[in-house]
């Protein structure tokens, strides 16, 4: 089966064609950072219209790059930003109709949760799975295609959020997380230290805003040049991926789980994928990541978790709807009773 993917929930018109047999086809993306990097964040009318101006282009190159029939069309349907999802929708829901092939709305979670299946390798079920990204930070038991548990979340800011508002309050501008990386690994370790929060208490919940709010008291207080910029970086990114690793530590000990997923933009950290590595190796569990480019948001995803969902049974009706707030456990597997 032959899928397009359309993703379009947020900042990124990410388009791809996967095939179940062939694999990965053909996959684009186009990223509106410039377009937002004016505002120091994501403008959502902007993102729209952006959206539109870009996706049918994207389709064509992406469709001739990959040649042959199309047998279904997924896009993303929530959560994310309204308008943005609605383009992505539209235009995918359209095209389906037009070419006379079923459609399906994918969860972005999903899609991130499923990424690392795309390469060479790929996880088996069951596994444990670490989703991190601007508006996520969870924890879920992933038995297998829509079956899952949500073992903890974050009660308030997302990890990526962290980063973003870190970068900002240091003034290194958006997008947040890869230069907040960038200059942590100028720092020196140990002039700053930050609370690894909610590591001290039992349970798999995960909380952000305080770090955020340690990280703006620290910064106040001092001088920003480029070296202190660079240590307080360092200590928030030993502190959010301390956190992470602790965290994951101990759902792997609770769960019995072999296998570790860590998708979702902040997996492309590279001291996260370090400190996950070192503390799955010592307890014999493999960790698996997407490839960098597919850690943030990218089409592919879509196009592959579409195929695995139109493959089962499932599509829309000719109505189409975008859900902006989407609960991951409320999916469902594919072709069970709902
Ligand atoms: O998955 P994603 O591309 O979009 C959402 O679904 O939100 O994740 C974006 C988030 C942003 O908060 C961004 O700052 C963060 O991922 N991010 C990173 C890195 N690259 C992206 N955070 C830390 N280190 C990175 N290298
Ligand atoms: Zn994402």
């Excluded at 101006?53 to 029939?69: D, F, H, Q, S």
């Excluded at 990204?133 to 800011?157: K, M, P």
């Amino acid at each position: 089966m032959r899928v397009l993917g359309l993703e379009t929930s947020c900042d990124d018109t990410g388009v791809a064609v996967y095939d179940s047999d062939q694999g990965l086809l053909a996959h684009r993306l186009y990223s509106q950072t410039a377009l937002h990097a004016d505002y120091g964040g994501i403008v959502p009318e902007l993102a729209s219209r952006d959206h539109i101006r870009k996706l049918l282009p994207l389709i064509k190159t992406v469709m001739a790059e990959a040649g042959g029939e199309l047998d279904g069309v997924a896009y993303t349907a929530g959560p994310g930003l309204a308008g943005a999802l609605l383009v992505g929708a539209a235009v995918g829901r359209s095209l389906a109709w037009a070419w006379g092939v079923p459609a399906v709305g994918v969860h972005h979670m999903e899609g991130h949760l499923l990424s690392p299946m795309l390469e060479a390798d790929p996880p088996a079920f069951p596994f444990l799975a670490l989703l991190v990204s601007g508006g996520h930070t969870l924890l879920a038991d992933v038995r297998g295609i829509g079956d899952y548990t949500i073992l903890g979340e974050t009660v308030d800011d997302a990890v990526g959020e962290a980063f973003d508002k870190t970068a900002k309050l240091l003034g290194l501008g958006y997008p947040g997380g890869p230069a907040v990386a960038r200059a942590a690994e100028r720092g020196t370790p140990g002039r700053f230290y930050f609370p690894r929060p909610m590591t001290g208490r039992p349970g798999l919940e995960f909380s952000f805003s305080g770090l955020k709010t340690a990280v703006a008291t620290v910064a106040q207080a001092q001088e920003l040049d480029p070296r202190t910029v660079a240590d307080i970086a360092c200590a928030f990114q030993e502190a959010a991926v301390d956190t992470l690793r602790i965290k994951c530590q101990r759902a792997l000990e609770q769960t019995g789980h072999a296998r570790l997923v860590a998708a979702g933009g902040v997996s492309a950290n590279a001291r996260l994928r370090e400190q996950l590595t070192e503390m799955a190796a010592a307890r014999q569990t493999r960790v698996y990541f997407p490839r960098l480019e597919f850690s943030t948001d990218n089409g592919a995803m879509i196009a592959y978790a579409g195929a695995l969902r139109l493959k089962a049974g499932q599509h829309e009706t000719a109505a189409f709807t975008v859900h902006p707030r989407w609960a991951l456990q409320k999916l469902g597997v594919p072709g069970a009773s709902r």
